[in-house]
């Protein structure tokens, strides 16, 4: 039997996409403790696993609700507070939670979504090796693609790769400030500075699997080599369900269009009503 601690970020996006491995694990007799915001202690517990709460930072009742202040910005003054106040500013805390479970409950490794910052410097001071996982695309930086986020598509030669060093250089002055925060806690931890992005924490993780296809991805001559493509794991679905009489349309007999808004993207204004009004008819 092997110990695993699960440690994700307090949204829906990251915490219901490894539901389903916990499952799995539990299933085949491993004892899996998992660290995350308090509105998932039911769906953790129901797949078996043992539900442990952050002590501070729990933002599961919604990020407009525990930051109001995101209601006062848009775009990207309000992704830089994001990335600030709820990325960078908890990963003390979760250091120090984390590090609390393991004393009592010692693991084999923990397991935690791309954006859980604590994680990998949890490896980094001589924890439990790191398994990340990504839900979304693969945001690494590479010399052959634009920086994730911009929506530019790769440019070929060397025109193209003079473009993506410096649209890099524009988006690391962007994350300046999450930077400045991150790397504050690593000197108070005795860590040395670095000057990654957000997409970046991850790459010191021992294992990367990536909630995806390669096709889904650019092609890329550096993918890391902790990178593996898994696929999106798949939920069990409930007890006595029955398809429902529009289930016929699903399965190829008319053309599906899925519109997903993401975890902090939840204004049905911005993507999903535009989408019904413009594909109605």
Known sequence: ????????????????????????????????RWYTGAAFADAVTAVG??????????????????????????????????????????????????????????????????????????????????AAFGTGALGFPSPDLAPFGLGLQPA?????????RVLERVMRRRFAPMTAEINAIRTELGLAPHDRTFFEFPLPASLYLQFSAPG??????????????????????????????????????RRIVLVAQGTAATDMGQLIEPALAGLAD
């Open 1 to 32: 039997m092997s110990r695993f601690l699960f440690a994700t970020m307090p949204l829906p996006g990251p915490t219901h996409a490894a539901l389903p491995i916990a499952r799995l694990l539990v299933q085949r007799g491993h004892s899996v």
């Open 49 to 130: 696993a043992t539900f442990v709460p952050m002590s501070e930072g729990d933002y599961s009742v919604g990020l407009d609700d525990s930051l109001p202040e995101r209601r006062q910005h848009t775009g990207r003054r309000q992704a830089r507070l994001d990335m600030v106040r709820a990325f960078a500013w908890p990963v003390r805390t979760q250091i120090a939670d984390l590090r609390r479970i393991l004393d009592i409950h010692p693991a084999d490794i923990v397991v935690g979504d791309a954006g859980f910052i604590g994680g990998p410097l949890l490896q980094e001071l001589g924890g439990p090796p790191f």
């Open 156 to 164: 070929r030669g060397a025109l193209g790769r003079a473009r993506n």
């Open 216 to 253: 889904f991805e650019y092609p890329r001559r550096d993918l890391p080599g902790n990178v593996r493509f898994v696929g999106p794991p798949r939920p069990q679905i409930s007890p006595g369900w029955r398809e429902p009489p529009w289930w016929f349309g699903v399965r190829g007999e």
